[in-house]
């Protein structure tokens, strides 16, 4: 094909899983299961984006037990929401999609009070920024008994999200959830089997991987979401993260999603554009954590100017670097941008924001080619809702 355009438009496999072209909607928090349930809310945003022409929706932050929620409203894996799910998958496919699921264990940053255990689980203990306004001070080191605990819920929750018909799962190894907690050495300073060098604090997150193959079998598709960088001192670096990846593929991952920066210590770097933290002020109903999202604000949610495709230079040195299929991520809204992606040998485009602009984007850029603009003004109004009792949701006229 010689316009990189055909081959995102053009019908494409992953594992043994037919998709209809290269477009994946990323896993952006949609806020729309607020007591721990699908709602139909959550049914219409992800079939609108099947029927405007995506080849994957995802489901975002599908906790694998209770302890993995950020906060103790939100969603996670058990046969309470069998129904709920079902539903939601049916109504994907009824518009021709297909339905991934990530799965997220938020670890030792958690603001939920409603633990089974003591206190969060984390690669090693240290002082909960996120929580302590919440009341959850610290996080404690995960032993033999936590980790076979954790690993063995990844498993079950992806048996689960199989049974009720999703079609892929994506595992979360970044943005400083729970198993990039173990692969970032800031947070990671374990003196054992599961610290210092980068194979021994991929050990844990490998254990996961293997366990969720276990659990769907060998044509099922696993993608894993890593971070290349975090943009913090002593944090994840591009080498460690080349290195990452070889250790995905080298296990059998299907595909590996090049994302960036960290939700708890410097999340601008994944989004760029403006910053996120004047909605998530408007939306918190803790007056306490109100102030501390203004005090910490200007340090942790740094400014990152957008621009097209601003993980481009780090994502084409791991093209370099691995075979196995890579999606892009980062800054991709125009014409130019993805043929560019194509261009450099991504298998897939990981898409956010357009997408929550424009849920056609795909039937659009089919129908109109050359003349396509999707709008995204990267104000990131979007992702400040993810506590909005309507949840995410574009606010541009």
């Not at 264990?105 to 203990?125: D, E, Y």
């Not at 975090?230 to 991952?253: A, N, T």
């Not at 014409?335 to 997408?355: A, H, I, K, Y």
């Amino acid at each position: 094909m010689s316009d990189p355009l055909d081959k995102l438009l053009s019908p494409a496999r992953l594992n043994g899983l037919p998709l209809r072209n290269r477009i994946l909607k990323a896993a952006t928090f949609e806020g729309m299961a607020p007591e721990g349930t699908p709602t139909p809310r959550l049914f219409e945003f992800h079939r609108s984006i099947a029927a405007g022409g995506t080849a994957l929706t995802t489901l975002a932050y599908c906790a694998p037990e209770p302890d993995g929620r950020l906060k103790d409203n939100y969603l996670y894996m058990h046969e309470g929401v069998r129904a709920g799910l079902s539903e939601l998958s049916e109504a994907v496919h009824a518009a021709g999609g297909r339905l991934s699921g990530q799965i997220a264990h938020c670890g030792g940053f958690s603001r939920n009070r409603s633990l089974q255990r003591k206190r969060p689980v984390s690669a090693s203990s240290y002082f909960n920024q996120l929580g302590a306004l919440s009341g959850v001070l610290f996080s404690g080191e995960m032993g033999p008994r936590e980790m076979d605990e954790v690993a063995s819920a990844f498993g079950d929750a992806a048996a689960f999200m199989k049974s009720v018909g999703f079609d892929a799962i994506e595992i979360h190894f970044g943005h400083g959830y729970l198993l990039s907690q173990f692969i970032n050495p800031k947070t990671n300073r374990r003196t054992d089997e599961y610290g210092g060098s980068v194979a021994n604090r991929m050990r844990f997150p490998l254990r996961v991987l293997d366990s969720v193959r276990d659990r769907v079998g060998s044509d099922f598709p696993i993608l894993g979401k890593i971070t290349m960088l975090d943009g913090i001192p002593g944090g994840i670096e591009l080498k460690d993260s080349i290195e990452v990846c070889r250790l995905l593929e080298d296990r059998g991952i299907d595909a590996i999603i090049l994302s960036g920066g960290s939700s708890s210590h410097n999340p601008m770097l994944m989004f760029h554009g403006q910053s996120i933290i004047t909605g998530l002020i408007e939306q918190e109903d803790n007056a306490l954590i109100r102030l501390g999202m203004k005090l910490v604000g200007p340090k942790l949610f740094r400014t990152y100017p957008y621009h097209e495709l601003y993980f481009l230079e780090e994502a084409r040195q791991i093209r370099q670097a691995v075979n196995c299929p890579l999606v892009y991520i980062g800054g991709c809204t125009t014409v130019e941008s993805f043929r560019t992606v194509m261009r450099e040998g991504f298998d897939f485009v990981q898409l956010g924001r357009p997408l929550i602009r424009d849920p056609a984007l795909a039937n659009h850029l089919q129908q109109q080619r050359e003349h396509y603009v999707n709008g995204c003004s990267h104000c990131n109004r979007c992702a400040g809702r993810i506590d909005h009792p309507q949840g995410v949701l574009c606010t541009e006229p």
